[in-house]
């Protein structure tokens, strides 16, 4: 996912991991909350309701019912005249005795009468009587409904989103998706040691310049939905690989764990993020390796001085810079945006590093996790700790 339109929420200001993962979850919230609400049957009846609300003629009717005056309605009037007429002297003696049915106003009084007892007329004359008429018409049910829709939590929420930031999000697909909360690393996404081309390699192997054994998962353990790997002082007899010597057996004086996962390939296109966390002087990282070692991105390697990234594709090209915006001791979220001709990565919603250069192309790589030390370089034990890992891919169009 592109993560620049992020930046605008926070100022460019570096914000908490806390603060920053919660509004991760709750842009993904909102992008599925939005498109619910835009198939929604009642956003297409608030639409239908709007346009009929809002038309020049409904206003029209509207204003006419609630400022039209009762004493100038015709039934009022007829009213009026019939009253009056029935207190004319030809009036009163026609309906005392039947005469003076030729009279003008007894024949006026008669064509009134016919008219204001009629149902319909008395319908008339009450709802112009009422000074709420508005109230009992259907279209007042109509603009009510509209104004119960339009104050809808769900409605409300899908006029004031931000589309752009859900077709933002909506570019990517989550391809990959680890929240620790397996106990066995076997039945796990994960695997011990490092990728190779041939799946029969022993990749869980050391380096012989090293100082810690990887024991093959012994040293990886899962506890409240967090993945550790521990690095202990002890001594252990691991498998260690040589340029000259080949593969062969040495006593470490330390035991840790290296993971790798070919459950999904991270290439151009791909988000991954990263919560994690590490203590102790060691080196620790969370990195993307080829089956053939090379092309190498780091996402981060954090040593007891320093947090790096960048970028290895060949023996003699590498580009590695320095990241001054956090420290590991505290869950930091980190990403990298791999899209087209460049790379970029953010601590946070911090954007920390971009590189256009001497980027690998047409590489399928792979997550690592690991925690090692170099001979004569000081060490201590410490943890890897990763709360949860994601990885976004570019939706085929």
Request: hydrophobic fraction near 35%.
């Amino acid at each position: 996912m592109d993560l620049f339109f992020l930046k605008a929420l926070f100022r460019g200001q570096l914000t908490t991991t806390p603060n920053f993962e919660k509004t991760l979850n709750q842009v993904a919230i909102n992008a599925k909350r939005y498109r619910e609400v835009e198939k929604s049957a009642f956003l297409a009846e608030y639409k239908e309701l709007e346009k009929k609300v809002t038309a020049p003629d409904f206003i029209a009717q509207k204003e006419e019912l609630i400022k039209t005056n009762y004493e100038r309605t015709p039934e009022y009037k007829a009213m009026a005249e019939f009253k009056k007429l029935c207190k004319d002297k030809y009036v009163r003696t026609y309906l005392r005795n039947g005469k003076e049915e030729e009279r003008m106003s007894v024949q006026r009084y008669l064509e009134l009468k016919a008219e204001v007892e009629t149902a319909d007329f008395q319908k008339r004359n009450d709802f112009w009587k009422d000074k709420n008429r508005w109230t009992t018409t259907d279209e007042y049910k109509l603009e009510e409904r509209y104004n119960e829709l339009k104050n809808d939590s769900d409605i409300v929420f899908f006029f004031n989103a931000d589309k752009k930031n859900v077709e933002r999000w909506e570019q990517f697909d989550l391809a990959f998706n680890d929240d620790f909360e397996w106990v066995n690393l076997r039945n796990s996404p994960w695997k011990p040691g490092f990728i190779y081309p041939n799946d029969k390699f022993l990749s869980a192997h050391s380096y012989g310049n090293e100082q810690q054994a990887y024991c093959d998962g012994k040293m990886v353990d899962t506890n409240n939905s967090v993945l550790t790997i521990f690095t202990k002082k002890e001594a252990c007899e691991g498998r260690a690989w040589d340029a000259k010597k080949g593969m062969y057996m040495k006593t470490f004086p330390y035991s840790s764990d290296a993971l790798y996962t070919d459950a999904v390939a991270i290439e151009e296109g791909s988000v991954v993020q990263v919560k994690c966390k590490c203590s102790g002087k060691l080196n620790h990282g969370v990195y993307l390796r080829s089956r053939n070692h090379l092309p190498y991105i780091s996402i981060f390697d954090s040593t007891s001085k320093n947090i790096m990234c960048g970028v290895k594709t060949d023996i003699k090209t590498e580009d590695f810079r320095k990241i001054t915006a956090t420290s590991m001791l505290a869950y930091t979220i980190f990403t990298l945006s791999w899209q087209k001709d460049e790379i970029v990565w953010f601590v946070n919603n911090l954007e920390v590093c971009r590189m256009k250069n001497n980027l690998p192309k047409g590489e399928k790589l792979y997550l690592h996790l690991y925690s090692f030390q170099f001979e004569k370089a000081s060490i201590s034990e410490g943890e890897l700790n990763v709360d949860w890992i994601r990885v976004y891919n570019v939706k085929k169009k």
